[in-house]
């Protein structure tokens, strides 16, 4: 274990819990508009359409609801939804849009630990002023040294932030939950990875990282404070 290094955290399911309330909307939604023999069939709608509107649009409470409303006009061969469907959606978007932050077991307990030891940064993606919302309401952000959202991560991405903030990828660890998001492209990028899987992690973001050797894979949170 050695000390002073950077360590960056992804948000949404690594630090807080996030995908599991998407799932609980997406759940109302295909009991209102799917009888159980579609069911399958309708997620599957679902999930190809918020694939389209996430790379179109971005991320975020506000695309999910248009994705909502683009399923059900799917469903209903293009008809536009009634007002009444638009308050149903609404509805059922209420316990995301006015949630507070749940943050993952071991957490805060964690990062105050790590923040003696290392450098820590934040970075996740979606919309502006909803992550900074939560990163807020997480009562977390004071342990960071940067918080940086961004619309996307790709290899990029950490090339970009790797050069601006002049981090040594020998000594800097991206900390997620997403193969495709955290791990994969902060590879390409010449970081090091730690994978803490989550058992929501949004569909969206899996991915085969295959025999990744130079990945550290860990099963909890607290268990950071094991190796730095």
Same mark, same amino acid.
């Given at each position: 274990?050695? @000390?002073?290094?950077?360590? %960056?955290?992804?948000? *949404? *399911? @690594?630090?807080?819990?996030?995908? +599991? #309330?998407?799932?609980? +909307? %997406?759940? $109302?939604?295909? *009991?209102? +508009? =799917?009888?159980?023999?579609?069911?399958?069939?309708?997620?599957?709608? #679902?999930? $190809? %359409?918020?694939?389209?509107? =996430?790379?179109?649009? $971005?991320? $975020?409470?506000?695309?999910? !609801?248009? =994705? #909502?409303?683009?399923?059900?006009?799917?469903?209903?061969? *293009?008809? @536009? /939804?009634? /007002?009444?469907?638009?308050? !149903? %959606?609404?509805?059922?978007?209420? /316990?995301?849009?006015?949630r507070g932050i749940e943050l993952i077991p071991g957490v805060a307990d964690t990062l105050a630990t790590l923040a003696g030891r290392h450098h820590l940064l934040l970075l996740t993606k979606g919309d502006l002023d909803e992550q900074q919302r939560k990163v807020t309401a997480s009562t977390i952000d004071h342990h960071f040294q940067g918080v940086h959202i961004v619309a996307e991560k790709s290899a990029e991405t950490y090339r970009r932030l790797t050069a601006d903030l002049r981090l040594d990828p020998d000594r800097t660890w991206m900390i997620g939950n997403s193969p495709k998001s955290d791990i994969a492209p902060a590879r390409q990028a010449g970081l090091r990875t730690v994978f803490i899987p989550h058992e929501h992690t949004w569909v969206l973001e899996h991915a085969d990282l295959g025999p990744d050797e130079a990945t550290l894979r860990l099963a909890t949170f607290p268990e950071l404070l094991r190796h730095f």
């Open positions: 274990m050695h @000390t002073d290094q950077t360590l %960056i955290f992804d948000a *949404d *399911d @690594t630090l807080w819990e996030n995908n +599991v #309330l998407f799932e609980r +909307v %997406i759940d $109302g939604f295909l *009991d209102w +508009v =799917s009888t159980p023999a579609e069911r399958d069939r309708t997620r599957t709608l #679902l999930d $190809g %359409i918020e694939a389209a509107n =996430s790379a179109a649009l $971005g991320y $975020g409470a506000a695309v999910f !609801r248009q =994705s #909502l409303a683009d399923c059900l006009r799917r469903l209903n061969d *293009d008809r @536009t /939804p009634t /007002p009444a469907e638009e308050a !149903r %959606i609404e509805e059922l978007l209420a /316990p995301l849009t006015g």
